[in-house]
C-alpha cells in the first residue's frame, strides 16, 4: 500500500498579527490604544484600514512595521516571529520585506528621484548591474522615467508620492504598509496613484495595507477594516 503524500502546507500569511495590545502610561493614566489584535494579510491583499482620530491606526501601523513593540502578543513577518529576531535581523528582516510609504512622503532632499529610489538597494548590497536594472523599471512603472535626475523639490508632491512608493518596492518587498498615501494629494493625482498600486497589486500580486481617511482608497481596496477603541472589525462586502 502506498503512502498518500502530504497535501502542500499552504504558505504563510506576509503579515500576522496574534492577540496584540499596546498600552501606554500617560500623567499616570493608562491608555489602551490596541486592545487585542488579531489580523491577517495574504499575498495579494489590498487592506484599507479606516478609523478616526485617536483610534490607534498610527499605533498600529508602527507595531505591524516593527518600528515599535506590542506590550503584548505577536507580530509575525513572513513566518518570522518579529519579537524573537535580534535589532540587527529584525533590521534586515524590514529592509528586505517591508515597504513601507508615508504621507510626508519622507525622501532624502539631496538625492534624485533615482538615487532616492535606488537607496535601499545600496543599503542590500546589490549589485550596481541589477540596481540599474531594478530602479529603472520601478521610475517606468510609476511613469517618472524622464524625472530620473531630479530631486524632491523639483517634483510635485504626487511625483514624490510616486518615488516614495517605487522606493518601498523596488527590495521587491512582500507587503507595502502606507500611512495616509493621498493625504497631501489632490484628487486627481490621487487617482493616478491609486490606480498604480491597484495594478502592482492585481499584476505583481503585491500585498498592500493602508491607513486612510480617505473614502477613495477604501473603495479601492479589497478588504476594509475599521479600527475603533484599540479594535478591529472588518467590513463583509454585501
Keep these: ?4 503524500q502530504a497535501a502542500p502546507s499552504a504558505p504563510p500569511p ?5 492577540d ?7 500623567g499616570g493614566e493608562t491608555i489602551h490604544a490596541l486592545r487585542g489584535i488579531d489580523f491577517r494579510v495574504h499575498q495579494a491583499d489590498f487592506v484599507a484600514i479606516r478609523g478616526p482620530s485617536g483610534s490607534g491606526k498610527s499605533t498600529l501601523l508602527n507595531v505591524l512595521s516593527c518600528i515599535d513593540q506590542p506590550t503584548h502578543g505577536d507580530v509575525w513577518i513572513g513566518g518570522d516571529k518579529a519579537s524573537t529576531l535580534n535589532e540587527r535581523t529584525l533590521a534586515k528582516l524590514r529592509l528586505e520585506k517591508l515597504g513601507l510609504v ?4 519622507n ?3 539631496v538625492l534624485s528621484a533615482y538615487e532616492n529610489i535606488e537607496y535601499p538597494l545600496l543599503l542590500q548590497r546589490i549589485t550596481p548591474k541589477e540596481r540599474q536594472r531594478r530602479v529603472g ?3 517606468e512603472l510609476v ?4 524625472l530620473a535626475k531630479r530631486r524632491p523639490q523639483q517634483m510635485s508632491g504626487g511625483q514624490q508620492q510616486r518615488v516614495a512608493l517605487a522606493r518601498a518596492l523596488v527590495t521587491e518587498a512582500a507587503i507595502v504598509l502606507a500611512d495616509e498615501p493621498t493625504g497631501n494629494l489632490d484628487a486627481e493625482t490621487t487617482d493616478r496613484v491609486l490606480r498604480i498600486i491597484q495594478e502592482l497589486n492585481t499584476e505583481r500580486r503585491v500585498s498592500f495595507l493602508v491607513v486612510t481617511h480617505d473614502p477613495e482608497v477604501s473603495a479601492f481596496a479589497t478588504r476594509v477594516v475599521d479600527l475603533r477603541d484599540g479594535l478591529l472589525s ?3 462586502p454585501s
Design 234 to 236: 472588518e467590513q463583509v
Design 107 to 109: 525622501l532624502i532632499p
Design 143 to 146: 511613469g517618472l522615467s524622464e
Design 102 to 105: 508615508f504621507q510626508a512622503f
Design 20 to 26: 496584540v495590545r499596546k498600552t501606554y502610561e500617560t
Design 137 to 139: 523599471e520601478w521610475l
Design 1 to 4: 500500500m502506498q503512502n498518500k
Design 14 to 18: 506576509v503579515l500576522e498579527t496574534r
